[in-house]
């Protein structure tokens, strides 16, 4: 909630340790990168990782998450080391999570908690913030009961901020009325977006979307000369912001919203789906990728996949390769002749572009480079739509 909002430079960093497992959907290689994204996650909820502890189990023991002797390892090392936060890679069980807190007697929060609370302080206006507290409302429902109410040396910080410091005390029947109440309170804004949505005209709309993090709300501020909240942070965007945007003569909206991330608490998508309403309303996707992200295929997929589960995945979907400098930056060496170097890039266009039906740019939003092949390229899709949608009104285009 607004009121519970701190400033992350007046609040204290709390030490955090994370802790996952190597199972047998899951290698050591792919743990480590969620382990990475983890880290990022915790340090934009203003926790600092001290140590990875990790497990191979083929799956997750139903009571106590990992194996007696690594649960005593970190019990241990969480004493020792003053811990504040222990942070679970996967979704726990409430009995799980119960187990955890008693053996470590510190905080124990999953991954979808985390990024739940990352929501509750990046949400700004009163839908996203509705949304949230929504999200939040579900997740603790299961938990309610006794929830850390054992450990009295946790005064608040990550995990106990939106709904998750007021209502904790709560129990199930209160929470179910919130929940109730927030869901009405969202149809409610919801009635009022749809009426606001459809005011807005005849103008064609385009969707920034993608993974957190791959310059998004950049990219909307280039198009559009706006100042939206871009930072080298996960989820520095969780409300939507639309805009205006002309080039050459011809106008159109352009929205930029929430990214997406693997293992999105389902009750997030949920609740969120009224923003996202706004990829699926578009006529045109920007599919934003960050190509010197190590992982940036997987996250594509990710991307894609949610966007099949919101419906909005048969667009025209223009996929930008954004960071291309950064790309270049860590994948030659610096030595390398330039002419090589561009040899090798654009092998890895070619190889890429083939693997698109539609338009392929290769960009860096914040270096200006590829900026006007952006811009035709898309005021090139702008007019194709316009001209199936109005082919009279040649005003439009
Ligand atoms: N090197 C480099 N950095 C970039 C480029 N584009 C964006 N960035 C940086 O990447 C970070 C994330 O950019 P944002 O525009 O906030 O990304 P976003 O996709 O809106 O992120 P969320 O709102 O968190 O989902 C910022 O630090 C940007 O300055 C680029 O072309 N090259
Ligand atoms: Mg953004």
Known sequence: MAGQKQDRSQQEIEKAVILGLVSSDQTLEMLMEYFDELTFLASTAGAQVVKQFYQKLSMPNSKTY???????????????HEIDLAIIDDELSPSQQNYLEKTFECKVIDRSMLILDIFALRAKTVQAKTQVELAQMQYLLPRLRGMWSHLDRIKGGIGMRGAGEKEIETDRRVAKYKINQLKIKLKQIDVQNKTRRKNRGQLIRVALVGYTNTGKSTIMNLLSKSAVFAENKLFATVDTTVRKVVIETTAFLLSDTVGFIRKLPHHL??????????????DILLHVVDLSHPHFEDQLKVVLKTLQEIDASNKTIITI??????????????????????????????????QHKGPVIFL??????????LKDTLLKEVIKHYRIRYPYKHSFY
């Not at 990992?66 to 020792?80: C, D, M, Q």
């Not at 930056?329 to 002749?337: F, G, R």
């Not at 860096?364 to 092949?373: D, E, K």
């Open 66 to 80: 990992v194996g007696s002797g690594k649960l005593i390892e970190i019990a241990n090392y969480i004493k020792t």
């Open 269 to 282: 998508i949920e609740s969120f789906k009224s923003t996202l309403d706004e990829s699926r309303e578009s």
């Open 321 to 354: 390769y954004n960071k291309i400098d950064l790309y270049k930056k860590k994948a030659y060496d610096e030595l390398m002749p330039k002419a090589k170097k561009e040899e090798l890039f654009n092998k890895l266009q070619k190889s890429i572009r083939q």
């Open 364 to 373: 860096s939003a914040t270096q200006g480079i590829n900026i006007v092949t």
